[in-house]
């Protein structure tokens, strides 16, 4: 050996073992890969020493509060090996399922993973240096102040199929060839947990502002702002493999109480106590199953007052004691802006309880007044947020909250503009919705709640689930567009570790109650909505023909001294629409009552294994090539294949059935029966939706439908 040769040899051989973890150092970077679960690894890569516990966070804790996974969540030591060859510059890490290859690449120095499955097959690796080329699979950029912008680049195949990610609105499901904001928006959660088709998921472990895309040539992450790249992995034999690791990683959703199972009602706005139980009295009256009733926002004095207004509400109690004689549960809306002129501003601002401006004034929205979002990643601020909604609603009788605004909503979505405690928003940005919907699950478990909680949300991030937090799809249009993404919406969410989603029945934004075409719309999301993981009605009604409307259709609404309260929108109850969209209502809310059994077997496997409700037909049937594009049918749970009509004036639509000839689907409607693989047109007015039963497991829907 010359002296060159031993000179590369002793420069290269910077592998060392930790435990059962591989740590590899070079040109200023600190790469450590732990084994992570049962099946998984963790892989993270800084410019300062990285211990098991993770980079200290900007408080100097040891275990950042920035991770997706679970502080306990470990491998079995005794499934974990490491073995580094010197000579060939290469260290392996096997966990399970899973095998990681490091290897160190000549002259260049730096340090190449690949990921392998249990039979050695290839899942996806980083990208190569690509010789003269000098590509980076690991950038850690600078920024000014001492933090970096990552990117992390992966060779992937251009076959593979993608499903996860969240909540976007477009009506894709396979996401390769798409690119994809790593930030919330209304309507928008950014979940960034893929699953691949070739048998693994992946983790971008990290809240940062950023970008994923899935190129055909690549798979490229990036974080604006963060201290360092994190990622975990993890191989199974089927996507219920992947979600149950997923789960079991993140934190599992809590039990969904039965309450959860009914039909929800909901408008914009009931604006006092009297119309509420009004409202409530008549879904009795005329015998129309209902199991919540919903409060929604601004029924306080001031934004941020966390309080029901005395001259509309004047005896909250006395209306929750009477909505729970009747058997139904009472949702209040809950929002995270404290307005300039709360009685809890002061205070707030005072104790540093406020998101903060990093320029200007401290002002994050303008909606009905000036106000700033309460920092829900202060464990001081939630303590406070929860303190009044104790002792202003839940003492009070009310049962569930409706978190809205959580992404937050900043406007505009500047991004750069506001800093957490627990660091600045294009860094720790989209960790929020995740702690505001903890800090009402933990509290409502302390007071004894825990198995009866179900918190309305409009975002989540990665470990959401475990906080009991249903993820409504955002203020949508009322329109057949629109209301196709949403199925999409719902099969992504579930891929993304997230089984609890409904959406605004007949979409939020407007919606004319006297215009034919607006009922066939509502019609049809109904049918959906009945088939959905919760079946729930809102959104922001016009009506043009009532008295006393204004311009839009709404009712404006004014205290007793004339001053301005927010609107309210037009009716939006089942009777609302007319003698035949009632009838549609009751059919499909009986259809509901009907489900129960099989809706409570979905919710316990969500919650025991991680199981999402709305599933693509991929899910099922992976070995299918045509299921894994269907954007337009799901599957709720194994057994039903939903196919709601998504196009203006159909009568009959055409549905995919997966499987292959041993493979029986029924139509529930008719009793007729068809094999796996084919494609059957059937009819579809305006009162029915096609449902296909998997090999005879109707669940008690043949001829009810």
């Known amino acids: 050996m010359t002296d060159r040769e031993e000179v590369i040899d002793m420069v290269l051989s910077t592998f060392s073992v930790e435990g059962n973890s591989l740590l590899w150092t070079g040109k200023g970077e600190y790469l450590r890969i732990d084994p992570c679960g049962p099946d998984g690894v963790r892989v993270r890569s800084s410019r300062t020493p990285i211990d098991a516990e993770g980079p200290n966070d900007p408080n100097g804790n040891r275990r950042s509060p920035l991770s997706a996974l679970l502080p306990d969540f470990v491998a079995e030591p005794q499934r974990a090996t490491v073995s580094i060859d010197e000579t060939a510059h290469t260290a392996t890490l096997v966990n399970g399922g899973i095998t990681v290859r490091a290897e160190v690449e000549m002259y260049t120095y730096s340090c190449r993973l690949s990921f392998f499955d249990a039979g050695g097959e290839l899942l996806f690796a980083e990208q190569s240096r690509g010789g003269a080329l000098q590509r980076r699979s690991r950038h850690l950029k600078p920024r000014l102040g001492g933090d970096f912008s990552a990117e ?3 060779e992937a195949d251009p076959e593979e199929r993608l499903y996860g990610m969240g909540e976007y609105q477009q009506n894709i499901l396979n996401l390769k060839g798409c690119e994809l904001e790593l930030a919330h928006r209304n309507s928008q959660a950014s979940i960034p947990f893929v699953v691949s088709s070739k048998g693994y998921g992946f983790l971008w472990n990290n809240p940062a502002i950023g970008s994923v895309a899935f190129a055909r040539n690549h798979t490229r992450w990036s974080a604006e702002s963060t201290k360092a790249i994190d990622y975990w992995v993890t191989a199974g034999d089927s996507y219920a493999d992947i979600m149950r690791r997923y789960a079991d990683a ?6 969904m109480p039965e309450w959860g199972l009914g039909f929800w009602q909901c408008k914009l706005r009931y604006w006092n106590q009297r119309q509420l139980l009004e409202t409530a009295r008549e879904f009795k009256r005329r015998n129309i199953p209902i199991d919540v009733i919903v409060i929604d926002f601004f029924h306080w004095p001031h934004m941020g007052d966390f309080r029901f207004e005395d001259e509309f509400w004047p005896d909250p109690k006395a209306m929750c004691d009477e909505l729970h004689d009747m058997g139904i549960k009472l949702m209040v809306s809950v929002w995270p802006q404290i307005g300039l002129d709360s009685e809890n501003h002061a205070e707030m601002n005072a104790r540093n309880l406020l998101v903060a401006s990093e320029r200007g004034q401290n002002i994050g ?11 829900a990643t202060n464990p001081e601020a939630r303590d406070y947020v929860w303190d009044k909604c104790r002792a202003n609603y839940a003492d009070k009788g009310v049962d569930a909250f409706w978190l809205d605004e959580d992404e937050p909503e900043f ?10 405690q627990a660091g600045p928003v294009l860094q720790a940005g989209n960790i929020y919705p995740r702690e505001h919907c903890r800090g009402f699950y933990e509290h409502m478990v ?3 709640r825990e198995g009866d909680i179900v918190n309305l949300t409009r975002c989540a991030w990665a470990g959401t689930q475990r906080y009991g937090a249903l993820v409504w799809s955002g203020d949508v249009h009322p329109t057949f ?6 199925i999409t919406c719902g099969i992504h969410l579930g891929m993304a570790g997230i089984p609890w989603f409904t959406t605004d029945m007949g979409g939020f934004l407007d919606g004319d109650i006297n215009s034919p075409a607006y009922r066939e719309l509502l019609a049809r999301w109904c049918a959906f909505s009945c088939f959905s993981p919760v079946m729930r009605n809102h959104g922001d009604r016009s009506d043009h023909e009532a008295p006393g409307r204004n311009e839009y259709g709404k009712e404006d609404v004014r205290a007793a001294d004339g001053s301005h309260r ?3 929108g037009a009716d939006n109850e089942p009777w609302s629409y007319g003698e035949d969209m009632e009838r549609i209502f009751r059919k499909y809310i009986a259809i509901r009552e009907s489900l129960r059994p099989y809706l409570r077997e979905l919710f316990d496997e969500a919650h025991e294994s991680g199981q999402p409700l709305m599933r693509g037909l991929f899910y099922e049937f992976p070995d299918d090539g045509r299921a894994g594009d269907v954007a337009d049918e799901y599957l709720l749970g194994p057994d039903l294949l939903v196919a709601p009509v998504t196009t203006a004036g159909a009568t009959e639509r055409e549905v995919y059935l997966p499987g292959g000839p041993d493979v029986n689907w029924t139509d529930v409607r008719t009793g007729e029966t068809h094999a796996g693989g084919s494609t059957v047109s059937v009819p579809a007015p305006i009162d029915e939706i096609p449902v296909f039963a998997r090999d005879g497991r109707d669940h008690g829907l043949n001829g009810r439908m």
């Open 152 to 154: 992390v680049t992966f």
């Open 250 to 255: 993140t934190g599992h959703a809590p039990n």
């Open 365 to 375: 929205m303008m909606f009905e007044g000036p106000s700033q979002f309460y920092d």
């Open 411 to 420: 406007a505009p979505y500047d991004f750069d503009g506001f800093r957490y």
């Open 446 to 448: 302390a007071e004894g």
């Open 481 to 486: 567009a629109d209301f196709a993404r949403q």
């Open 566 to 568: 927010c609107h309210s």
